[in-house]
């Protein structure tokens, strides 16, 4: 069975996985992304790390790598990864194709990637055409069509976490993880009610989340906002790429009961009974491996 290297570089971990093409991960091990380094020596380290990946593994011929940002149409390039200013505007791909002659190289936002190892490793068969929302420290988006990911005009469609809410801010600053704690602050302030979370010391997302698990009222409503904003997202996609299957990763898993009630409430507000009545909403099913998986199928793209 072949093996590919999946890479998935965020702005704290760098991961690498030996995937099978059954989609089964083998081996895993992860560089925090400081350590990498910054400015010019990411690249210079990059390789490094990944010479030596590929001496363990001499049989691997394919690699896939995802990145948290945009990247040229001919994914050459780099262009804006605000979490990972070493490796910004550089020639990326370029560099590892000129150092590996012998290896094949694909480079994808990270988005991308993981939709597209849900569409060939999700645990329930995944339609050719859906959309992909990630929660976690940012919100990320993407959709595969006719089974094949979905770029937009120069490369970098589906940056839903941009798509701006009914309160002026953008999906991101509403749901991330700084927007939820930002929520929880300001609702706390003037909260006349008792909730643990004022109980809790300096707050944190996960400290949000644990309130939610507790049936905190305050922090059940907090998640209730996030299912608005959720829903409101999920809206605008579906109506611009007239799409009925969407998958929700990241974080959300530990969550989406809070979520779920908002959530529907804002898409069938805004939504006709044409979108509603094939509307297929489901959790993501890679996890935590998702950005490895994802990565690694990148592989299965042809050059």
């Known amino acids: 069975m072949e093996k590919f290297l999946g890479i998935d570089i965020g702005g704290t971990n760098v991961k690498f996985g030996l995937v099978e093409s059954s989609g089964n991960l083998i081996y895993k091990k992860k560089y925090p992304t400081a350590e990498v380094g910054e400015d010019d020596k990411f690249i210079k380290n990059f390789k490094k790390i990944l010479t030596k990946q590929l001496e363990k593994n001499p049989s691997i011929k394919k690699v896939g790598i995802g990145v948290p940002g945009t990247l040229s149409k001919d994914r050459l390039w780099t262009l804006e990864l605000p979490n990972i200013p070493g490796l910004e505007k550089?020639?990326?791909?370029?560099?590892?194709?000129?150092?590996?002659?012998?290896?094949?190289?694909?480079?994808?936002?990270?988005?991308?990637?993981?939709?597209?190892?849900?569409?060939?490793?999700?645990?329930?068969?995944?339609?050719d055409n859906f959309i992909f929302i990630t929660l976690g420290t940012g919100v990320g988006g993407a959709a595969v069509i006719d089974g094949q990911i979905f770029k937009g005009g120069d490369g970098n469609g589906m940056e839903i976490g941009h798509i701006v809410s009914s309160n002026g801010k953008t999906i991101e600053e509403n749901i991330g993880k700084k927007g939820i704690l930002g929520m929880a602050l300001t609702t706390l302030e003037g909260y006349e009610g008792k909730s643990v979370l004022s109980e809790m010391g300096v707050l944190n997302p996960k400290k949000v989340v644990k309130a939610a698990h507790g049936q905190d009222v305050l922090a059940l409503e907090i998640f209730a906002d996030v299912g608005k904003y959720l829903g409101e997202s999920i809206v605008s996609a579906i109506r611009l790429l007239d799409v009925k299957t969407v998958l929700i990763g990241g974080g959300v898993s530990d969550t989406f009961e809070y979520v779920r009630h908002s959530m529907y409430d804002s898409i069938n507000h805004y939504l006709t009974p044409y979108y509603t009545d094939k509307l297929d909403i489901r959790l993501a099913t890679l996890g935590n491996e998702a950005g490895i998986i994802g990565a690694a199928s990148l592989c299965f793209i042809d050059d």
């Open 90 to 127: 550089k020639r990326f791909l370029g560099e590892l194709k000129d150092h590996f002659s012998n290896i094949t190289f694909h480079v994808e936002n990270d988005a991308n990637a993981a939709a597209l190892g849900e569409y060939y490793f999700a645990e329930n068969k995944v339609p």
